[in-house]
């Protein structure tokens, strides 16, 4: 896909090239750039997003969770794309609106983990279920978006869980 190998700087030369059409067949679908630009987006996070795993425990269910969340941060291309398209939000309100929407969906998919966790006694009923969903991807994208090295799965799950206190 375009998107991952260059970012959000390709261009509809570029595209059209790739999708073995003319520019005029992409500018009777997408009146500019930044139509097809955020098209591709939502196509592209809706891609990464993964099944919400049922290990049958909250800890098991998190590790899947940080560990596929690691490996997209973990792969070169990923995370250069990834920062690109962060920066663009910064600069383009539709941009940010779509990452938001696309992560806010997930997180919200998730749920479903931490719902069978407040059923088998493992969270309290009260669980802030937006922080934990949130903490459980937001460290990773910070680290990612510095370009910092990403933690342990492991690690980050039972601070998730246990957090640094004696």
Known sequence: MLLAAKGPSFTMDELASAAGVGRASVFRRYATK????????????????????????LEGDLMVIVTQTLAGWNTPEFAKTTREVFGEAARDPGVAEVIRTAMRDKRRSDWAIFERAIDRGELSPDTDLWLLADMVVGLVVYRGLIDVPQPDPASMVRALLHGFAR
């Open 34 to 57: 930044r139509d097809m630009l955020l098209d591709a987006l939502t196509l592209a996070l809706n891609a990464q997003v993964p099944e919400t795993p049922d290990t049958g425990s």
